[in-house]
C-alpha cells in the first residue's frame, strides 16, 4: 500500500561521546500496511516466478497505475507506482497527474523546474511508468535506487539542514502540543 499518505518522515537524534554534539538522521517509515498484499506468498517458490497477477482499481483513482487505467492485469506496478506518487510529493509537493503522450508513453503532467537533474527525475518517472507487466519485464529499480542515492548523497547536507530547520518548528514531544478546545 505504498503512497505518500502512508509515510512519515522520522527524525532521530543521536549524541556524539566525544564532541557533544548532535546529529540528526531522518527517514521515511511506512505507517500503514491496511490494503498491503504479500505477493512472495503468491509466487511460485520453486522457480520464483509470479504465478498470479490481479485486476481492479483502488478506491482513490489518484492512485491508479498505468496497468489499471488501461484495464490490464498488474502486480508489482501499483507499488511502483506508489513510490512514484511518494517521490512527486516530496518533488512538488502536489499529488501525481500522469497523461498518456502521442507515442504511447506515460509521464506526469507537472514539468521538471529548470534547476532540477533532468537525466536522473526523467529516468525515474519513465522507467516507473513505463514499466511492462510480468515477471520477466521488471524494472532494474536497484539501479534507479543507486543513482538516486549517488544524486541524494551529494545534496545530503543541504537536505538535512533543510530537515534540521523543519524539525525545530516542531514539538519536541507530544506532551508540548496543546489540545484543541
Known amino acids: 500500500d505504498l503512497k505518500p499518505d502512508n509515510f512519515v518522515l522520522v527524525a532521530e537524534t543521536q549524541e556524539n561521546d566525544r564532541s557533544s554534539r ?21 509466487s511460485n517458490q520453486s522457480s ?5 497477477s490481479f485486476t481492479g482499481k483502488p478506491t482513490n483513482p489518484e492512485m491508479e497505475c498505468v496497468s489499471m487505467r488501461i484495464a490490464r492485469p498488474w502486480d508489482y506496478d501499483a507499488d511502483y507506482f ?8 516530496l518533488l512538488y ?7 498518456q503522450t502521442q507515442n504511447g508513453c506515460w509521464r506526469a503532467k507537472t514539468k521538471l523546474k529548470r534547476y532540477w537533474r533532468h537525466d ?14 510480468g515477471y520477466y519485464h521488471k524494472p532494474d529499480i536497484h539501479n534507479l535506487q543507486k543513482e538516486v542515492d ?19 518548528l516542531l514539538p519536541n514531544c507530544r506532551d508540548k502540543i496543546s489540545p484543541l478546545g
Open 150 to 168: 549517488a544524486f541524494l548523497g551529494g545534496e545530503e547536507k543541504s537536505v538535512c539542514e533543510l530537515l534540521d530547520r523543519q524539525t525545530s
Open 120 to 133: 536522473l527525475w526523467n529516468n525515474v518517472f519513465t522507467v516507473l511508468l513505463n514499466s511492462p507487466t
Open 93 to 99: 509537493g502536489t499529488h501525481l497527474e500522469i497523461q
Open 22 to 42: 548532535k546529529s540528526t538522521s531522518y527517514g521515511l517509515t511506512l505507517v500503514d500496511f491496511g490494503r498491503a498484499l504479500d505477493l512472495t506468498a503468491l
Open 48 to 52: 520464483g516466478k509470479d504465478i498470479i
Open 82 to 89: 506508489g513510490i512514484l506518487a511518494s517521490v512527486h510529493v
